[in-house]
């Protein structure tokens, strides 16, 4: 006999929310971050704002104060579906502002990671907001470079002569898988998207006080490494900046308005969705929650379990669609 009506649960339903931006200090960073962030620093130059951070905090809804890892751990299966083979966060979103060079650098796979004791490895993208004329990365290592060549490089602090350089245009997307070595210079302002891990390897760092991480990087070094600038794909209604394993990014016009299950596309099942204002200004309403602005350089998240909800373009809206892609599925 089935249930009556009344004694049937109603699905989990967990709204859209807005995530505070969470300002990092970096000694390559910027001190006035106007007029992409309302933010000038007070101190040490800020260099990252992580927009999506376990330690972010979600500044909308029943949940607002809490920080992002946190109610992860709390709704994991609401936020990223049923089926997710992980229930922490499984992607960090950054804004990267870089005054001075970065160090150069590389990043292990999710193998070196395990190998010492940490969760995964960390395989990152760029998407560049702005660019200045001339501005260039550096990303990879030139062709036959060997590790003893960049062992003998840092020692002599020559090491640029063997990186691969990159310039970059307001627009271009930069795939560095894990194992890249790479760098970012000042000129460009960068949407990073990448596996949430903090783990960085410095290999020269152009005299600063930091600590390096020589022989881990050349550990974690690929001369061969997948990386380089990726070819966005349009489609009818959208353009696929990035699909590869662990995200994939999509920019998406808005004209009026749009339903959440156009926002998905071919994504037919729910899953956690990060929405992104490049420029403009926009808002989400549905039932079961108040309209939630979206602003410029906001970032929205999109549980699985949300509610249908209209996003609607406030002028100017370049709107960023980010969802974890998971390996092997």
């Known amino acids: 006999m089935a249930p009556s009506p009344a004694l049937t649960p109603a699905p989990f339903r967990l709204a859209p929310f807005r995530v505070e931006p969470r300002f990092v200090t970096r000694v390559w ?5 106007r007029p992409w962030f309302d933010k000038v620093a007070d ?3 800020i260099g990252e704002v992580w927009l999506t951070g376990d330690d972010s905090l979600v500044a909308t809804g029943p949940h607002a104060g809490k920080q992002l890892g946190t109610l992860f751990a709390e709704a994991h299966e609401a936020l990223l579906g049923r ?5 922490e966060s499984p992607l960090l979103i950054k804004v990267i502002f870089a005054q ?12 070196m990671a395990h190998k010492y004791g940490l969760a995964r490895g960390k395989t990152e993208c760029w998407y560049a907001l702005a660019a200045k004329p001339g501005a260039e990365l550096a990303v990879g290592l030139k062709t036959g470079t060997t590790l003893e060549k960049v062992r003998d490089e840092i020692r002599a602090g020559t090491l640029e002569d063997s990186l691969n350089l990159l310039p970059v245009e307001k627009g271009d997307v930069i795939y560095v898988g894990a194992g890249t070595v790479h760098a970012i210079w000042p000129g460009s302002i960068l949407l990073e998207t990448q596996q949430n891990a903090d783990v ?14 020589v022989e881990k990087s050349l550990e974690a070094a690929k001369l061969q490494a997948r990386a380089g600038r990726v070819h966005p794909v349009p489609l009818e209604d959208r353009t696929v900046l990035i699909d590869v394993d662990y995200f994939r990014i999509e920019k998406i016009p808005i004209t009026g308005s749009r339903t959440s299950e156009s926002l998905r596309g071919d994504q037919s099942q729910p899953g956690l969705a990060w929405l992104f204002a490049a420029s403009g200004a926009g808002r989400l309403s549905g039932a079961g929650f108040e ?21 609607e373009g406030l002028g100017g809206l370049e709107l960023i669609r980010i969802t974890p892609n998971w390996p092997g599925k």
């Open 29 to 33: 960073g910027c001190s006035d971050l």
């Open 43 to 45: 101190g040490e130059p």
């Open 83 to 87: 089926d997710a083979p992980a229930t």
């Open 100 to 111: 001075q060079k970065l160090s150069v650098q590389v990043h292990p796979d999710d193998a």
């Open 200 to 213: 960085t390897y410095r290999m020269y760092d152009y005299g600063r006080p930091r600590e390096l991480h």
């Open 291 to 311: 309209p939630l602005e979206l602003p410029a350089r906001g970032i929205v998240g999109i549980p699985a379990a949300s509610p249908e909800f209209l996003v």
